[in-house]
């Protein structure tokens, strides 16, 4: 089945610093998204990214779609405190509405 | 403007008994997707439900797992005769028309079923 790859499993940061992660697949996604989930709590959706090549920001975050559609990135910039939390990347196909997960990326950020 | 209501947060169930997980959508959602999440797992899709018809069940165990969304009503995922291994977080997420994520695509904050 599908498969979307998130290494490594967990980042640690120092406060102020940038920090990039990246989401590969072995199969073409035609919307790619980005979750924070929070310890207890559902995933929150940070970015949605519709188109092959996209470069999109929201606030400190800016994510891409990868030009072969198998991947993506999403940028943190100067981290704070709060961006602690579970990263995960997630592709849809468009045929139909399910979305699938990669298995996340936990980030600490030092103070 | 309420989100995505779940519950109960927590649950636990006894091997062998039924485990009833309920879900609201937003407000003016008409289309309700379940995940389960494993510990230090990624969410997993389940079933795809639209008012009174399954859409997508592909990710559904074959058997003890049902899911509805009734005309009136919140959407249930029911598991029977739970074991050990059904323990997991269970998140209902949301949207107003399909292809879901591309209009907003909102999770709750999940059910977690422990099962003894």
């Known amino acids: 089945g599908q498969q979307l790859n998130q290494s490594p499993q967990s980042m640690f940061i120092q406060e102020g610093e940038d920090v990039s992660m990246n989401c590969t697949s072995s199969s073409i996604f035609n919307t790619w998204l980005w979750y924070k989930q929070d310890p207890g709590e559902g995933p929150v959706l940070l970015i949605a990214l519709y188109k092959a090549g996209e470069l999109t920001s929201n606030g400190r975050l800016t994510a891409q779609f990868g030009i072969t559609r198998k991947d993506s990135f999403l940028n943190i910039s100067a981290s704070i405190p709060s961006d602690v939390g579970i990263y995960f990347c997630a592709g849809q196909t468009g045929a139909n509405s399910k979305l699938t997960f990669g298995k996340g990326i936990t980030l600490s950020v030092r103070p | 403007n309420a989100g995505v209501m779940q519950n109960p947060r927590h649950l636990v169930r006894r091997r062998g008994q039924e485990a009833r997980l309920r879900c609201s959508p937003m407000k003016g959602h008409s289309h309700v997707y379940w995940y389960r999440q494993l510990p230090e797992e990624g969410l997993k899709f389940m079933v795809y439900?639209?008012?009174?018809?399954?859409?997508?069940e592909s990710g559904m165990p074959k058997e003890r797992f049902s899911a509805e969304f009734p005309k009136e009503g919140p959407s249930i995922l029911r598991i029977q005769q739970v074991v050990r291994g059904d323990s997991a977080a269970y998140f209902c997420?949301?949207?107003?028309?399909?292809?879901?994520?591309?209009?907003?695509?909102?999770f709750g904050s999940g059910t977690r079923l422990t099962v003894v």
């Open positions: 439900l639209q008012k009174e018809n399954i859409i997508d």
């Open positions: 997420a949301s949207s107003p028309v399909s292809g879901g994520a591309n209009y907003g695509y909102t």
